[in-house]
């Protein structure tokens, strides 16, 4: 499951302070190990896309809220 925005920041936070480039997290998708740093990167702009996913949704013409 996703985590929400909030439990994302707290990873975000809590890995202050480790070596991010040693500690290594198995992917949840493939069968891949990634660094801490890569996986946080990764988090990071997965989160991005989705952002922007989301705003070109609302600016459809017809999209509530969105554009005219």
Same mark, same amino acid.
């Given at each position: 499951?996703?985590? *929400?925005?909030r439990s994302g920041l707290?990873?975000?936070?809590?890995?202050?302070?480790?070596?991010?480039?040693?500690?290594?997290?198995?992917?949840s998708f493939l069968p891949?190990?990634?660094?801490? =740093?890569?996986?946080?990167?990764?988090? =990071?702009?997965?989160?991005?896309?989705?952002?922007?996913?989301?705003?070109?949704?609302?600016?459809? *013409? =017809?999209? *509530?809220? =969105?554009?005219?």
């Open positions: 499951t996703a985590l *929400p925005v707290d990873l975000v936070l809590s890995a202050d302070g480790l070596d991010l480039r040693a500690i290594r997290v198995r992917s891949v190990w990634f660094s801490l =740093g890569a996986y946080l990167d990764a988090l =990071g702009q997965h989160a991005l896309r989705h952002t922007a996913q989301a705003e070109r949704v609302r600016q459809q *013409p =017809g999209f *509530p809220g =969105g554009a005219a």
